[in-house]
DNA sequence: TTGTATGCGTTATCAT
DNA sequence: ATGATAACGCATACAA
């Protein structure tokens, strides 16, 4: 590790150019008036010295810091592919991202709190799924996840989903259907006006708020257990909660999909390595980044930019967990 | 979104008390020998204001950005809980993470790229798992996961480990021992180190390179199948290879634990709810994290101080993957 | 106890 | 085409 503060100040001296020379040389390049001499005497001195430019001078001076805080909650690991992806999306534009979580058991302070400390550091925007931070923001919010009136949003139509899960299982000739997950989504809307739409409710509604994973599938199970019949499909909220409920339910001894279809939201690495596999929708976790990364530096470059809504369409992916019961 | 720069200036001139007064209050407070009255004056107008510190001015004055760079491979999952522990710990201390993730599967440039993009956006240290980062360095360097002479580490002890899953195994009654993993790796030294002080070796070696999930562990059972006789055991690298090679086995018709037994490294909140629960270890992530946020700050706080090696010790995770076959 | 002056490294503006 | 200068917001040394 050797350490050296390497300024413009270095490099002007050493090419024998003045400081603004080299600032002018290096912000505009051949497009600039700069003689092709100059250049290379910029250039040299820049390599010589292993010159990098001060990425936080240059964020006072220019007022941007070219980075983009992202708030998420903690405790949801599917998560990992987003951030891998907006890393690369926004990489390409040389954005910077800092990550602050917050515990969605705790009440909305803790999301403040991570809103908070973004602010602090002097982020360009902040991008995060929970838009209940209602003080005056000193930058653009975008909303991931969900569709919010007076934000830019990037999300899954997960109305449509609901919708479209519904249609599905009912043409695989199910009729009890019973639901698991934080009920007061939209999909879960989606899912109930498709269901009116035959005629037909939810056949149980299961809200598990368990903080940990294996007792929020055996919660699950226990109160599946408990109704007077079995339903015959289960939708879960996501992979995570399925698998953990799948689990339970082995352990219980029904057959899936024999005793008891599931279906899940959110599609993991492993939701196609456990057996059964599971049934589940994707999400375009790249597509979504990329999304994301677009509509925020839209937004910065142009501040009175109409809000954008983006929609991305959740993905059905075939599973064994999934029973056709019309055959 | 409502848009002010509220400066120490605005805050002086509320206040009625200079500039330098203002930042001499908000950075000593209590401790320093401002008047209490003046004290007040610049909260109420700190308040009345909403002023919040300049992260990027201050940083440019005082040369420390309290950012800490993380450059982490992508593609695997269980990093989730590094990255949420790690937030946690270096919040308490007021530091603030960026990522840079690289492609294992890209040879060591996509590494280098993303330890230079670091270095762009002055981070004041850098935290990572690989150290083939030659050139000189801007800042200190930690490694995380393995154990580097010349450098701050905090890594599990790899080699105990290995030391340990291969005496369990022998214990409860395995002989023929195959693993599965980036042999290369410290920690199949150790285990062929205790292999060898029993007169053993590994009944064989598959190192699997495919970068989606699903194929390695497919990929990982036909070679197993290829055998002349199964082995008794596979230990696999990490828990998703674990589970996509379990799925794979059980199409193949393998029961698990009774035809071969499994065991993994890298617990996940996933392993104890599939069926069998994984037998495993469990990485302590939050104090890995710790003691992470820990040797970084005391090494920026004396950099001249002597290298720290912390090791965390990896604990075993019972599981029904994992056979008795002594009883 | 408080205020003044200076500089951190950069870049945009204005002369030359 | 190039160089001098100012300013971004803050924190420190020093003077009063």
């Avoid at 992202?70 to 891998?84: A, F, K, N, T």
């Amino acid at each position: 590790m050797i350490k050296k503060n390497v300024t413009i100040n270095d490099v002007a001296k050493y090419a024998g150019v003045s400081r603004s020379m080299v600032s002018y040389v290096l912000c505009h390049g051949e497009r600039g008036s700069s003689t092709p001499e100059t250049r290379e005497k910029v250039y040299n001195a820049v390599k010589a010295l292993g010159y990098r430019v001060n990425h936080t001078a240059r964020s006072l001076r220019s007022g941007k810091t070219r980075n983009i805080g992202v708030v998420l909650p903690s405790l949801q690991m599917y998560l990992y592919e987003l951030i891998v992806e907006l890393e690369k999306s926004f990489r390409k534009y040389d954005y910077t991202l800092t990550y602050n979580f917050f515990e969605r058991s705790s009440n909305l302070d803790g999301f403040i709190a991570a809103m908070e400390r973004q602010f602090q550091t002097n982020v360009d925007a902040v991008i995060t799924p929970s838009f209940e931070y209602t003080a005056p923001s000193p930058v653009p919010i975008i909303i991931w996840g969900n569709k919010v009136p007076g934000f830019d949003c990037v999300f899954v139509d997960k109305e449509t989903y609901g919708h479209d899960v519904i249609r599905r299982l009912l043409s695989l000739g199910h009729r009890k259907i019973a639901v698991c997950g934080r009920l007061t989504e939209v999909r879960y809307k989606g899912m109930r006006d498709e269901l009116a739409a035959h005629g037909l409710d939810f056949y149980a509604r299961l809200s598990t708020q368990n903080a940990d994973l294996q007792q929020r599938g055996i919660a699950a199970i226990r109160e599946i257990a408990a109704l007077k019949e079995l339903p015959d499909v289960i939708i879960f909220h996501d992979d995570e909660l399925a698998l953990s409920a799948v689990g339970a339910a082995f352990d219980s001894g029904w057959k899936i999909p024999d005793d008891i279809s599931v279906v899940s939201y959110g599609r993991t690495p492993l939701s196609g390595a456990v057996r059964p596999t599971l049934a589940t929708y994707d999400i375009d976790w790249k597509r979504t980044a990329d999304m994301l990364a677009s509509v925020t530096l839209k937004r910065l470059e142009n501040p009175g930019m109409p809000f954008q809504q983006m929609s991305v369409t959740a993905e059905f992916v075939p599973g064994n967990s999934l029973k056709n019961k019309t055959v």
